[in-house]
């Protein structure tokens, strides 16, 4: 936590993402610097400005398992996925930290509801449900570089429509993915 915030504050005292001694991360986490700032700017530079975006992203987080998880099931298991998130223990730790852990998994049920509409949708075999589990992969980079894992559930999906609808050719955009890894 101490971490994000000392390049947050870096952030409000020079316009970059720097530590006291003028260094950088780079890209590494520059997102939760830059939210970080926003929420300094507003609310002072304290404790519970700096993780006020991880609860509100924890809480808007729940509603978003609901929806997701409604739209790929049914509401009993919507309800039971939302309780899940709700009191889960680590849950609860992610969504009151200064740190990138909730940010992550929101930006991954997102990619997992893209994919799943991605093998669903059966006009265009890529299409802007793929699009869109990209951009959320890109974005959330900036929050941390673990979120690469998301290039893995993307490339399940187009291999799961590849072999569903018997087009072998797109298989073929699976081995740039797996050469990231």
């Known amino acids: 936590e101490s971490h994000t915030a000392m390049y947050a504050r870096g952030v409000l005292e020079t316009g970059r993402a720097v530590n006291p001694g003028g260094g950088s991360t780079k890209l590494y986490q520059i997102a939760m610097y830059y ?92 299409d802007r449900y793929m699009l869109y589990a990209f951009i ?4 959330s980079y900036f929050f941390h570089t673990t ?9 399940i999906a187009v291999l799961i429509k590849s072999i569903y609808e018997k087009k072998y050719k797109f298989i073929l955009l699976v081995i740039p993915i797996a050469g990231i890894f």
């Open 147 to 155: 979120s690469l894992m998301n290039l893995v559930l993307i490339a």
């Open 35 to 126: 939210v970080t700032a926003g929420s300094f700017e507003l609310l002072g530079m304290n404790e519970f400005a700096g993780r006020i975006p991880s609860v509100i992203i924890g809480t808007l987080l729940i509603v978003l398992v609901f929806y997701v998880t409604k739209k790929m099931t049914d509401n009993r298991s919507a309800l039971f996925a939302a309780a899940m998130t709700s009191f889960s223990q680590i849950q609860l730790a992610w969504s009151t930290q200064l740190r990138p852990y909730i940010w992550l998994e929101l930006f991954t049920v997102l990619v997992i509801y893209f994919c799943h509409l991605y093998i669903q949708h059966r006009r265009q075999f890529v």
């Open 136 to 139: 959320c992969t890109c974005i």
